[in-house]
Nanobody, 126 residues
Framework: QVQLVESGGGLVQPGGSLRLSCAASGVTLDNGAIGWFRQAPGKEREGVSC????????WYADSVKGRFTISRDNAKNTVYLQMNSLKPEDTAVYSCAAVRWYGRYCSGDQYQYAYWGQGTQVTVSS
């Protein structure tokens, strides 16, 4: 059974930082792709970042480039999202998603992913 568990969300002031973790079980991340997505109230889910487990190629949404960094630890089967310089508009439920096989790259398209975590709330507010 595949399970993705996110952690690390919380309340942070504007300009602050958080690190999200996505721990996977039942699926190895070595050959697949892992993505982070977010959904704010009243808005559609959007891709934030992704990483290819084998090649380490990454992708970032324009809105987070230069502020967020995705990384993976294949030995721990875990992917991280380091979020710096957080803004109120980053407030959302953040979810990770995975697909077992994905070539050399990754995708910010949610429909490319087969497995999803439950999500973790990130609130940026003073």
């Amino acid at each position: 059974q595949v399970q993705l568990v996110e952690s690390g969300g919380g309340l942070v002031q504007p300009g602050g930082s958080l690190r999200l973790s996505c721990a996977a079980s039942g699926v190895t991340l070595d050959n697949g792709a892992i993505g982070w997505f977010r959904q704010a109230p009243g808005k559609e889910r959007e891709g934030v970042s992704c990483i290819n487990g084998k090649t380490v190629n990454t992708w970032y949404a324009d809105s987070v480039k230069g502020r967020f960094t995705i990384s993976r630890d294949n030995a721990k089967n875990t992917v991280y999202l380091q979020m710096n310089s957080l803004k109120p508009e980053d407030t959302a439920v953040y979810s990770c998603a995975a697909v077992r096989w994905y070539g050399r790259y990754c995708s910010g398209d949610q429909y490319q992913y087969a497995y999803w975590g439950q999500g973790t709330q990130v609130t940026v507010s003073s």
